[in-house]
């Protein structure tokens, strides 16, 4: 046979060939048409069927940081919006990028003003000063504060005509889609705790309402998250301890949440599928890992603040939990945080240079953890006791039924252990205070209607009532 000939005989066997592959066999082409053809309404159903995972590009490495002026340069950048707080303005990390910048010739205006527990008014603050700019690029050094309040800058400079409540998240405000285009951010973390460098989500607290809320979208995660841990090394103890304490929850809380495809409604476009979908195998992964470094780092980068290695650790695992809850999300822990912090009286909490009342978001987290997984472990008993053997307890010989008390208990030693407030009467709440404390948790549906149990207005009383006092 002829090479042409040859070549002629092999196609028509390959073409006549059949695939066994699902991706290309007529048996996958009969389903896709039959699905194509009869469930495209993904709206049909009642709950969800799908989920999606998000991330921004991380890059992980001590000194590490050295490298953001030739990552603006590479952009192509001409205007660089650098956002800190006044502490950190002073403090290396800040001084890092500036130098890489000035280096590298890259033009910047320094925002130093964002508020530690961002408001709606130090926001709205960020947001003129980023119009006005007419920045290409936005940089946050900082902790979640700063990364958040340069997600809000970023979006609502490329939205100028946007209302403040127009993507704020419902029933709070509209939450409506964003559709437009955001200029690259690069958040440079200086805590080990929020994730907000892997996530879509800003928090801050509404004055008005004196509970936090947010905007929740994977359009405002950020382009990049630079990891240096050498910046971690600058926490005090107490910050690293709140900080930590908000990574054990975030991944306590997505590896908890409602499975993903109990989640209801089912979006009737992709683009309304939430950036907080419910627990999925994914996210189970990231959660998992950020638990197991939790247990065996946290205490050690609390303790010491030059072990290298524990605070290193804490921060990659700051990000894994961040993945996870940034894509799964939070429930009960988070929801009844922001109107503890939102309604602080006069605590100052230990490590924090500023000159008002605050509950770090940490802390405003973790007091409530016993009471809020002792509730909800009768859903998923099998998941609270592999997170409390993840933590260190001895789950031999315990019973389903008895998973939520034996997490909530590891969870308070280990905070007794971090000699952390003893509950909220340790920071200035009293029973009195339950039905605002519940007031403010109820439209924070966005997390809450995650939570694995249903709960009513009383159950959430008994959860901040079980929270006064933890040992």
């Known amino acids: 046979m002829a090479g042409g000939e040859r070549v002629a005989h092999l196609m028509r066997l390959l073409a006549n060939a059949a695939c066994r592959c699902p991706a290309h066999s007529q048996a996958y082409s009969n389903i896709h048409h039959r699905v194509s053809a009869g469930e495209r309404h993904t709206c049909d159903r009642k709950t969800d069927y799908a989920f999606e995972m998000a991330c921004s590009n991380i890059r992980f490495g001590a000194g590490v940081t050295r490298e953001i002026g030739m990552d603006l340069q590479n952009m192509g950048a001409r205007n660089v919006c650098l956002m800190t707080d006044r502490n950190l303005a002073r403090l290396p990390p800040v001084a890092a990028v500036l130098e890489s910048m000035t280096t590298l010739g890259v033009k910047y205006q320094i925002f130093e003003d964002v508020r530690v527990e961002p408001t709606d008014k130090s926001f709205k603050e960020a947001i003129a000063f980023a119009k006005k700019g007419h920045f290409d690029v936005y940089v946050a050094v900082g902790g979640g504060s700063v990364i958040d309040t340069c997600k809000a800058a970023n979006l609502y400079a490329s939205h100028p005509d946007a209302e403040f409540l127009d993507f704020v998240n419902a029933p709070i405000g509209k939450g409506k889609p964003i559709t437009g285009t955001m200029r690259p951010l690069i958040a440079v973390p ?41 910046h971690t090394l600058h926490m005090p103890s107490r910050v690293a301890a709140n900080s930590g304490f908000d990574v054990l929850c975030h991944a306590l809380e ?19 599928r939430p950036a907080y979908q419910g627990s999925n195998p994914i996210s189970d992964v990231w959660a998992r890992h950020a638990l197991k470094i939790v247990a065996k780092y946290l205490k050690r980068a609390v303790r010491d603040p030059e072990d290298v290695e524990a605070r290193s650790s804490m921060h990659l695992a700051s ?40 509950v770090p978001h940490g802390l405003s987290v973790v007091l409530t953890s016993p009471a809020v997984f002792a509730f909800t472990a009768s859903m998923c008993p099998e998941r609270h006791l592999e997170a409390a053997q993840i933590l260190g307890a001895d789950v031999t010989k315990v ?10 208990d590891t969870l308070r030693m280990i905070l007794y252990d971090l000699d952390v407030e003893d509950g909220l009467s340790a920071i200035g709440y009293t029973k009195e205070d339950i039905p605002s404390l519940v007031k403010g948790t109820i439209p924070q549906e966005r997390v ?24």
Not at 254 to 272: D, G, H, K, M, V
Not at 331 to 354: D, E
Not at 399 to 408: F, I, M, T, W
Not at 448 to 471: G, I, N, V
């Open 448 to 471: 809450t209607k995650l939570s694995p149990r249903a709960h009513s207005e009383e159950d959430l009383s008994d959860l901040f009532a079980a929270s006064m006092k933890l040992y």
């Open 319 to 358: 990000v894994f939990a961040g993945i996870g809850f940034g894509n799964a999300g939070v429930h009960l822990c988070h929801g009844m945080s922001y109107p503890i912090a939102g309604n602080v009286k006069t605590h100052r909490a230990k490590g924090y240079n500023v000159n008002h009342p605050i």
């Open 254 to 272: 997505s590896f908890t949440a409602l499975p993903y495809n109990q989640r209801s409604p089912c979006p009737p476009n992709p683009l309304n």
């Open 399 to 408: 019973k389903k039924e008895d998973a939520g008390r034996l997490l909530a």
């Open 190 to 230: 200086t805590t080990a705790g929020t994730g907000s460098e892997t996530t879509g989500v800003a928090i801050f607290d509404l004055e008005d309402m004196k509970a936090k809320t947010g905007i929740a979208s994977r359009a405002i995660k950020p382009t990049l998250g630079m990891v240096d841990p050498l």
